[in-house]
């Protein structure tokens, strides 16, 4: 499955398994960045192999927009944004 910017992902391996977390940046087609607002935040994102994350269908829009524009986002936009989306039935294989 594809990825893309402002995307919501769970991380299924690693001390933060389980954190729900949104995609800020795209290394290569293995890696991405990735930032939850609050334990990784914007300023130091998280690289993540995306066989390690399981891949949810909802983007964030404002968010990607921002990040695909340039414009900074605040931790406080992406704490809020997945504050909003709210916890999905996540199956960790």
């Known amino acids: 499955m594809k ?5 919501v992902v ?5 001390r933060d398994a389980g954190r729900k977390l ?6 290569n087609d293995n890696s991405v960045l990735v930032s939850d607002g609050d334990l990784r935040r914007v300023e ?4 993540k192999k995306i066989k ?5 269908e909802k983007v964030i829009l404002p968010l990607s ?4 524009n340039g414009i900074r986002v605040s931790n406080s936009e992406i704490r ?8 999905a ?5």
Do not use: C, M, R, W
């Open 3 to 7: 990825v893309s910017v402002g995307q």
């Open 10 to 14: 769970y991380s299924k391996a690693g």
């Open 22 to 27: 949104v995609v800020i940046g795209i290394i």
């Open 44 to 47: 130091k994102p998280k690289t």
């Open 52 to 56: 390690h994350l399981t891949i949810t």
């Open 65 to 68: 927009d921002k990040f695909e």
């Open 80 to 87: 809020k944004a997945l504050a909003e989306i709210g916890d």
């Open 89 to 93: 039935e996540v199956e960790f294989n």
